[in-house]
């Protein structure tokens, strides 16, 4: 693949990758060629299933874990007991679950799912659940999540704890009936992580090797503390992580992830407000949590607020700015450093999770060897991780490879897992795939211009247009903010999969191409590969000095369904790329452009003058099949995917926007195809 990274590597670095070579440690068992990973698979699912080793689980409540600072977390403590009910004393692994959703929805879930027989029952009922029929496929998607081992994953681990390990699941500070005021993965919160860590190797029922697993914010929190290389942690496990978190959710091109935050935070913010009743009953009450809670009910709503309502630039105000200031403590805090991990980690996302920018980038900033590093992304959503897992084709559950993961690196048990993948993808428009790295070797760039001429696919959007091989033109199109963005896939997403459910926006994009432009290809001689990120490359006018763009890529099929397999956004006034960290193709054009998004370098546009635009498009991996057309899609709204803050939308006046198809100045898009397109 013609790619070229203009990134930042320090000798001292390169020296350390290339020592390690030398020495060998590089060296894994040869990939499994599927990803079911064949009799290995087989084998990890009949350990995980089969009988366990020690009978039973002791719970420890609420057990306190001062801080440096005198902060009191509170943790479940999970440990095996033998057949005569003894709490095993022999020191075992450690696997730490770190979450802000308090451990009591932890406790509630692990409950449920350890009543005998009931997993069993409810998993084979979902995993043959289909409303597909009655345009609900999304549904049954979401709804297989149980099958796929996730809720395991996301709870105590009981399974995991009666093959021989002690669980820890703690209370994030200032959540749960953790003391202090919530932090949202800022410093003190990411040093809690390793305090924690280190609390959990001291202990007696501890050999000293800590291993982390758990969701989303779970995922998040392991990779910061791997990040801190604390040197009792010896694996990681997150599923759906996160990273650069203002490019992920909070502020994807500048607009305010309103279908995911604000209900995010409102939801935590109201679960730690959940008193410890039984603390409460016993006159044992901690007061210093009430205080806390106190001093911040609506942890980081004021932020919210804020960008919904302040009408102008200047009054912004300073903790806001915060958010739009690269060198913030904020903005510090949530971009991660995934190149200092140093222990084996399994990556488990999404291509339409909220997650998706984050977790390829992720795999390939870590600096070990395929193998020690394992990414998995299927095709979900933020709620439905794993769905279709354990199914013939399909990677082993994710409770079963979070099994042999921690039995490889945590235990020493020589399993294969570290020859599974390394890169196991769910290709869409095809099924899954193993592979070696991501993206694939087998692609190369190619520029497809925007063109006016009509493809004759797609008579309901606002202009048919074409994507061609040279440019074509002069032609001005014009695209104006709408709402039919409410049933599409970019509002499944940013729902975290809730609008899924319904077919016919999250698997159709039709509905929403009546509010915008498209450009459609001829179809392709034979299965094409689609896969990496995508930059789509506007001449633009506005009559305003902001706007707001959005840009889809899809598989347009032979019947005319138009699926999207990828999409990204940009306030226009914060189109500055940050060279340093941009990404570019063989031929010099982005394929990431990573804008700065400050406010310091938002650069206003001038009404009527043409203005160049990069936008990014999220990491794809897809197959058009033989007949199928590739599609971009640009609208002028995108709601409730993103919502630009209130002044630049104030500014934006929410007018019509213009594409300028020029041949002297064109509008392209870069994509990474591989194959014979035949055109």
């Known amino acids: 693949m013609k ?4 990134r930042g590597r320090t000798l001292s670095a390169l020296a350390l990758f290339a020592a390690a070579i030398t020495v060998g440690v590089l060296v894994r068992p040869p990939a499994t ?12 699912t009949s350990t995980e299933d089969g009988p366990p080793k020690y009978p039973g689980v002791h719970i420890d409540w609420d057990v306190p874990i001062t801080m440096s600072d005198g902060t009191v977390l509170k943790a479940n403590v999970y440990r095996p007991m033998d057949a005569d009910g003894h709490i095993v004393d022999t020191p075992l692994p450690t696997v730490v679950n770190l979450t802000p959703y308090t451990k009591l929805v932890s406790m509630i ?15 084979n009922f979902l995993q043959g659940f289909d409303l597909s029929g009655v345009g609900l496929g999304g549904l049954s998607d979401l709804v297989k999540v149980v099958p796929g081992g996730a809720a395991r994953v996301f709870t105590a681990d009981r399974k995991l ?4 390990y002690t669980q820890v699941v703690a209370d994030v500070r200032g959540t749960g009936f953790s003391e202090g005021v919530w932090q949202v993965f800022q410093e003190r919160e990411q040093l809690d992580s390793v305090e924690v ?20 914010y779970s995922a998040i929190n392991q990779v910061q503390a791997a990040e801190h290389q604390p040197g009792a942690l010896k694996a990681i496990f997150p599923v759906e992580p996160g990273s650069d978190l203002v490019r992920d959710v909070l502020a994807t091109g500048g607009a305010l992830g309103f279908g995911f935050i604000p209900p995010w935070l409102l939801g935590v913010d109201s679960l730690k407000l959940l008193p410890d009743l039984t603390s409460i009953f016993s006159g044992a009450f901690d007061w210093k949590w009430l205080a806390d809670r106190l001093q911040s009910p609506f942890t980081f709503f004021d932020y919210i607020i804020q960008a919904l309502t302040v009408r102008s630039i200047p009054e912004i105000p300073d903790n806001l700015k915060s958010i739009l200031e690269p060198d913030s403590s904020l903005r510090t805090a949530w971009l991660g450093h995934p190149d ?9 996302g999404g291509w339409h999770d909220i997650f998706t920018y984050s977790e390829p980038r992720i795999y390939d900033a870590i600096p070990l060897p395929p193998g020690q590093k394992q990414l998995i992304m299927g095709d979900t959503y933020h709620a439905d991780p794993g769905s279709g897992f354990g199914a013939p084709g399909a990677p082993p559950r994710l409770d079963v490879l979070e099994r042999a993961w921690f039995d490889r690196w945590l235990k020493g048990i020589d399993n294969g897992i570290d020859g599974y993948g390394p890169v196991t993808l769910f290709q869409q428009g095809g099924s899954w795939t193993t592979t070696d790295q991501f993206p694939r070797s087998d692609v190369d760039y190619r520029r497809l211009y925007l063109s006016g001429a009509p493809s004759g696919t797609a008579p309901m959007s606002v202009h048919d247009g074409s994507l061609v091989a040279d440019p074509t033109g002069p032609e001005r199109l014009t695209v104006a903010p ?11 997403q940013i729902t975290a999969g809730v609008t899924a459910v319904l077919d016919a926006c999250a698997k159709d994009a039709r509905p929403m191409e009546l509010n915008g432009l498209t450009f459609t290809s001829q179809p392709v001689a034979d299965a094409t590969l689609v896969s990496g990120p995508v930059n789509a490359h506007l001449n633009t006018v506005l009559d305003a000095t902001d706007g707001y763009w959005t840009a889809t890529l899809n598989d347009v099929a032979p019947d005319g369904r138009s699926t999207v397999l990828t999409s990204g956004q940009l306030t226009a006034s914060l189109r500055k790329v940050d060279e340093d960290k941009a990404t570019r193709s063989a031929n010099g054009d982005y394929t990431d452009p990573y804008p700065v998004l400050a406010l310091a370098d938002r650069e206003p546009l001038v009404p009527g003058q043409p203005t160049t635009v990069d936008l990014g498009l999220t990491a794809t991996d897809a197959v058009l099949q033989p ?7 640009v609208f002028a709204f995108n709601f409730p995917r993103g919502l630009p803050l209130r002044p630049l939308l104030n500014e934006s006046e929410l007018l019509p926007q213009h594409i300028d198809l020029d041949p002297n100045a064109p509008s392209w898009v870069n994509v990474p195809l591989g194959g014979n397109i035949g055109w």
Request: hydrophobic share 40%; charged share 15%; net charge neutral.
């Open 3 to 6: 790619f070229t990274k203009f």
């Open 33 to 44: 060629a599927t990803p079911d990973a064949g009799s290995l698979g087989a084998a990890w």
């Open 109 to 123: 879930a692990d409950s449920a799912l350890s009543i005998p027989g009931l997993s069993d029952v409810l998993s």
């Open 161 to 164: 704890v009666q093959s021989g």
């Open 197 to 216: 860590i280190d609390w959990a190797a001291q202990q007696p029922w501890s050999d000293g090797k800590v291993g982390m697993s758990g969701i989303s």
């Open 340 to 348: 200092r991990v140093r222990v084996p980690t399994m990556v488990y």
């Open 482 to 492: 709408g709402i039919n963005s409410l049933c599409s896939r970019d509002s499944a």
């Open 627 to 633: 007949g199928h057309r590739l599609r971009i899609d």
